[in-house]
Nanobody, 126 residues
Framework: QVQLVESGGGLVQAGGSLRLSCAAS????????MGWFRQTPGKKRDFVAG????????SYADSVKGRFTISRDNTKNTVSLRMSSLKPEDTAVYYC???????????????????WGQGTQVTVSS
């Protein structure tokens, strides 16, 4: 059974930084691309960042480019999201997700991911 557990959310002032982590278990982590999404009440879950199974390629939503960095450690089965220069509009519940198909490039569509963490709240105050 695949499990994804996020940690690291919290309250931060605008301009500050946070690091989110996601610990994965239940299947061969290094075979699957991973992504981070975020969601605010009443809105759909939006793509934030993605990383290939090897970590060799990353992608970002335009709204976070240059401020957020996704990385992974396949020896520890973890994926992280380093967030800096945070803005109030970054406030959301952040979810990590694992790709549906091994060793396949995935994009921004949440349907390409089949396992999700429980989410962690990030609140940025102005």
């Amino acid at each position: 059974q695949v499990q994804l557990v996020e940690s690291g959310g919290g309250l931060v002032q605008a301009g500050g930084s946070l690091r989110l982590s996601c610990a994965a278990s239940g299947r061969t982590f290094s075979n699957y691309a991973m992504g981070w999404f975020r969601q605010t009440p009443g809105k759909k879950r939006d793509f934030v960042a993605g990383i290939t199974w090897s970590g060799g390629r990353t992608s970002y939503a335009d709204s976070v480019k240059g401020r957020f960095t996704i990385s992974r450690d396949n020896t520890k089965n973890t994926v992280s999201l380093r967030m800096s220069s945070l803005k109030p509009e970054d406030t959301a519940v952040y979810y990590c997700a694992s790709a549906r198909t091994p060793r396949v490039l995935v994009g921004i569509d949440s349907e390409e991911y089949d396992h999700w963490g429980q989410g962690t709240q990030v609140t940025v105050s102005s």
